[in-house]
């Protein structure tokens, strides 16, 4: 079983920046860490989860959904056993509650059914 804890989320005007978190921890996490990738979904309000973006374990192939690609960048520490995503140029559509996720399949899709670790999510609300 991993354990994932975001952090980061809060209140932004549009054209602003925010990084969330990601700390990952359990025996599980350790022992797949070379095959585990850890991704981020959001859900806006009325609508269904998105993918956002994942990256494997060593930062070496990243995914991203069209709509963030160019202003969102996700990173990796294996050090801090933590993801990152970087969110620059907000804006109001990118309100959502942003759940970190993770599958030990090396899989960097972005069906959520193949994410098998979920975090509790962190509000980002982007102001206009």
């Known amino acids: 079983q991993v354990q994932l804890i975001e952090s980061g989320g809060g209140l932004v005007q549009a054209g602003g920046s925010l990084r969330l978190s990601c700390a990952a921890s359990g025996r599980t996490f350790s022992t797949y860490v070379s095959t585990y990738v850890m991704a981020w979904f959001r859900q806006a309000p009325g609508k269904e989860r998105a993918f956002v973006g994942a990256?494997?374990?060593?930062?070496?192939?990243?995914n991203y959904a069209i709509s963030v690609k160019g202003r969102f960048t996700i990173s990796r520490d294996n050090a801090e056993n933590t993801v990152y995503l970087q969110m620059n140029n907000l804006t109001p559509e990118d309100t959502a509650v942003y759940y970190c996720?993770?599958?030990?399949?090396?899989?960097?899709?972005?069906?959520?059914?193949?994410?098998?670790?979920w975090g509790q999510g962190t509000q980002v609300t982007v102001s206009s």
């Open positions: 996720a993770g599958n030990q399949r090396n899989f960097v899709g972005p069906q959520d059914s193949e994410y098998h670790d």
């Open positions: 990256i494997n374990w060593n930062g070496g192939r990243t």
